[in-house]
């Protein structure tokens, strides 16, 4: 994470002032954007009116040291209590750091408290148990459903002004025999082989409208719990830190405001183990983070069929800056979990290089799911390779046209995306009673291309200076 000096001589133009908080105290940075890159358009003077609205959490100059409510460094002493009590005091106290010294600290469920920020210093690392019964039910989500399962790994409910900051490591302690082997685990002691396993049970609960506080899992049942996930929760920070080995999503804001994830170093090659998915949520700023992930690197999402119908809330002003992604299914997704719609997503100056990344620019949705996907643009993408995709907008995800929901995507632009290898430069699949509208392609440079544009069912895809190995192309068949 860059320090404040550092983060100053970076900035080459002050754009809107962005208020953080930081080891000394509370101190303003200017958003990082080039000259080369300032918003000449409508569109892009949009996303400067998203930023502009994004409040980050400022928390009073006052530190509780976790060891001072008796957490041992040591990587074997459980300080779940230590943590509770540290951010208890702070809370009840005004607010402030809750600090997490140098040392390896063994822990349980984490629940974050409004004016908390959990500070994770260099030379530190949290360490969260293997023990299922450190995790309690909570209201949570689950592939976009909600249901009471086992407690994210650090939670926060209904709270304001909480941040998880600092150069240290938080790791989630998920390997190929914890945690990753239930992805098709079902319940313990299952003989009909036939069976719905939890994750289909979990979803046809939702499918029949059973009440959420009925749909209990947890203990005995094997769906894994995120991350990091605060819920309907405001003024979000998660800043520096670097988070390995999670069970599930990572990063899992969930219908929250003004959210800002920067500076992460996010690794996990398990199964699910998404980077960073805003679910939901208004107000998203995720910029200058490494991704490398088992799954999409940042996937923004809304909710699953018959629940995302029934919250029915959009992700929407949702800004991508400056991160790099390495392995992963998608670099940046939209979808699947996506019924309440998304609008208003923007994202500039990423890089992406792997033969591990399926697709750079990621689209999926089906029949099932429905939903709006609309005003989404992206710019300044610069892909070594990839080995799928470079561009792809598909309908047929998964369940495909099995369903009654329409999914429409709309009003999407892509400027100034370079590729020196991928298998397709463009991979779109429309339905015939839903075909993809109005998608713009300007001034992009697809090199290395193994195989020719597969587009069905596309209606009003416009290209402009566009050139697939080097051959000019003013059409996308």
Known sequence: MKNRREFLKAATVSGVALVAASAGGVWARPL??????????????????????????????????????????????????????????????????????????????????????????????????????????????????????????????????????????IDGNADAQHWWDWKDRTRVGRTNADAPNDRDKLFQMAERGVPVEERVFGEGHFLRPMFIQPYRSKNVLIEGVTLLNSPMWQVHPVLCQNVTVQHLTIRADGPNTDGCDPESSDGVLIRDNFFSTGDDCIAIKSGRNADGRRLHVPAENIVIQNCHMQDGHGGITVGSEITGGVRNVFADECQMDSPHLNMAIRIKNNAERGGLLENIHVRNIDVGQVANAAISIDFFYEEGERGNFKPVVRDVSIEKLTTKKAKYALYMRGFENAPIEDVKISDCDFEGVEATNVLEHVKDVSLHNVKINGKAVDKAA
């Open 32 to 169: 990082r954007i080039s000259l080369a890159s300032r918003p000449t358009s409508a569109r892009w003077d949009q996303m400067q009116a998203i930023l502009s609205r994004i409040q980050l959490p400022s928390f009073p100059a006052r530190d509780f040291e976790i060891t001072k409510f008796g957490a041992v460094g040591d990587n074997r002493t459980d300080n779940t209590e230590a943590f509770r009590k540290a951010i208890a005091a702070c809370n009840s106290g005004g607010g402030g750091r809750v600090i997490v010294p140098q040392g390896e600290f063994v822990t349980g469920a984490v629940q974050l408290k409004s004016n908390v920020n959990l500070h994770v210093n260099i030379g530190a690392t949290i360490r969260f148990t293997r023990d299922t019964g450190k995790y309690p039910v909570v209201l949570t989500r689950f592939e976009g459903v909600e249901l009471m399962n086992y407690s994210p790994f650090i939670y926060a409910f209904e709270q304001e002004n909480i941040a998880i900051t600092g150069p240290g490591t």
